[in-house]
């Protein structure tokens, strides 16, 4: 095991604690678990919050809420969906336009901490990058699913989707949605690192083109300050989204604008030097080296 791949947040883990090192890491587990609770409080306590599952659901009998690549299926599928469904999915657009599309990926789809944690262990085994087919295969896929969707008018994806398998398994029993989880889990660690969701999930695929122009972003304010320590790239999903915005020249953007970002916050939790942060699309200022960057302690002297 590589020098590296141990070491990866332990200079953000001694400067923040530990706490403060993954602090939107457990936000993030805290707001997946949220929703789940949301949506099993129902089937197995009797207290019925949100009725349905993330295709389409119901908060307290009043919120209609869909998800708007289920709801382009049935368009192309010939089927016009009822308006409570189409308000639900205007709905959901609308905040995921404004969030950040793929922030759905790392905070809300029951599928992310199996993938976060085959990455984990690909890391800590230091094994290869292996097969990476290129990201564009998430659009095709997408583009498949509503073709196979208008030539067989039923909503084809979510048929095979895991996530929609992986929640209705968690809710009404898993069956054979374990061999699926299980499938994508040792695909991730032994032959593409982070295959899944950046390079064939047509669900991130649609997401990130909903919030390609969301408000809500990560920006590299004090890139100055960086040490190129690389903790970023090791915990980023989609660490391609990150130079622009880190190693730009003087005049380019410090903001995260590609669409692939998940907004999951890793760059941020990980950086000993804070250079990350979260921010709008119109703050495009940077910061001076000593606005942020905070000594070391001497180890001989503490």
Excluded at 202 to 227: E, I, N, T
């Amino acid at each position: 095991m590589s020098k590296e791949a141990l070491l990866v947040g332990q200079e953000a883990i001694a400067r923040k604690g530990w706490i403060g090192a993954h602090r939107f890491l457990l936000l993030r587990r805290a707001s997946q678990l949220g929703f789940l609770a949301l949506f099993v409080a129902g089937p197995w306590f009797g207290l019925w919050i949100v009725e349905g599952t993330l295709a389409g659901s119901l908060t307290l009998g009043t919120l209609p809420l869909t998800d708007p690549l289920v709801f382009l299926q049935s368009l192309v599928a010939g089927h016009w969906p009822e308006m409570t469904a189409i308000i639900g999915a205007l709905i959901v657009v609308a905040a995921y336009a404004l969030l950040g599309g793929r922030t759905y990926c790392s905070w809300v789809c029951p599928i992310n901490p199996v993938t976060d944690a085959a990455n984990w262990l690909h890391r800590r085994l230091n094994l290869p990058k292996g097969w990476q087919p290129k990201r564009s295969t998430r659009l095709w896929v997408l583009a498949a699913a509503l073709i196979v969707s208008a030539i067989t008018g039923t909503i084809a994806w979510e048929v095979v989707n895991p996530v929609t398998m992986l929640h209705r398994g968690i809710l009404f029993g898993m069956g054979f949605t374990w061999a699926m989880v299980l499938a994508i889990f040792l695909f991730d660690t032994l032959m593409a690192r982070h295959g899944w969701c950046g390079h064939l999930c047509p669900v991130g695929a649609f997401y990130g083109l909903v919030g390609s122009k969301s408000v809500v972003r990560v920006s590299a304010k004090a890139r100055a300050a960086c040490d190129d320590c690389m903790d970023c790239y090791a915990v980023c999903p989609e660490m391609h989204v990150i130079s622009p915005a880190l190693k730009g020249k003087d005049g380019d953007t410090p903001l995260i604008l590609a669409p692939d970002c998940t907004n999951c916050g890793r760059c941020i939790d990980v950086c000993s030097e804070n250079v990350f942060s979260f921010t709008h699309r119109f703050d495009d200022t940077l910061a001076e080296p000593s606005d942020h960057h905070t000594p070391a302690p001497d180890p001989q002297t503490a």
